[in-house]
């Protein structure tokens, strides 16, 4: 089988809160990162649908907890898990009381639900690692709960400077076995199908 090259997705629902979420057991893997570091491009890039970002950026819906269905490849029925899109942290436009009630929000998500079986950290390559971003990987290696880094925008840096990013990104969190990391571009579709097999994987569900 050729590798994947898009995810089919559908919106399903925006949710304020943990318990607005769907009651089921289906897969669930968040997409976190810094409000520009590119979230809804890779959204976008990997359900190769617009409206997947349109959605998760449409006012109002910016701090929601934005759920797709990821339909099982070949399979137009049955739903392979979701893709919970989580508010960008950092949002500028967002005043105190809703930045309060994001974090609510994503730490009930983050660490109680049970559906969770990954996180995707979307970074800008040429700001990795920041602040937020060591919390949720710490975050996530405490609970052992696999999380992919993407360094996105990596068209911006030469190939091999965003090598030695991640090759340092990589080091700092060696002997962590649930971390891994890669490079991406949205606007390249570098990564691409690394990132489909990737969620698919999780998923429990495979390409073929
Ligand atoms: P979000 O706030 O994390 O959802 O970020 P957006 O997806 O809105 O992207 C923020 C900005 O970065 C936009 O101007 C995008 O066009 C740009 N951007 C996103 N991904 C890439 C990428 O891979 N390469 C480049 N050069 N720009 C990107």
């Known amino acids: ?20 979420a ?3 057991t ?3 893997i968040a997409f976190a990162g810094r409000s520009n570091a590119g979230k809804s491009s ?3 890039c990997i359900t190769g649908n617009r409206r997947t970002a349109k959605v998760s950026k449409t ?6 907890l934005n759920f797709f269905s990821i339909h099982l490849p070949g399979d137009t029925e049955q739903i392979a898990g979701r893709i919970v899109d989580l508010p960008g942290y950092g949002y500028a436009k ?3 009381q809703a930045q309060a009630q994001w974090q609510q929000a994503v730490n009930d998500y983050l660490s109680r639900r049970d559906n969770l079986v990954g996180v995707v950290l979307v970074m800008d390559i040429r700001h990795p690692n920041q602040a ?3 919390d949720l990987i710490g975050w996530a290696q405490a609970s052992e709960l696999p999380l992919r880094v993407l360094l996105n925008k990596a068209d911006k840096l030469g190939r091999g400077a965003a090598q030695k990013v991640l090759q340092q990104l990589q080091s700092t969190y060696k002997g962590s076995p649930s971390f891994t990391a890669q ?3 949205a606007t390249k579709n570098t990564g691409r199908e690394t990132l489909i097999a990737y969620v698919l994987d999780q998923f429990g569900a495979s390409a073929a």
């Open 94 to 96: 967002a005043g105190k």
């Open 1 to 20: 089988m050729p590798p994947l090259e898009r995810l089919q997705a559908t919106f399903l629902l925006s949710a304020p809160s943990l318990k607005q």
């Open 183 to 185: 490079t991406f571009s």
């Open 26 to 28: 289906l897969p669930e």
């Open 132 to 134: 937020f971003d060591q």
């Open 22 to 24: 769907p009651r089921d």
């Open 59 to 64: 006012p109002g819906r910016t701090q929601l």
């Open 42 to 44: 890779v959204l976008n």
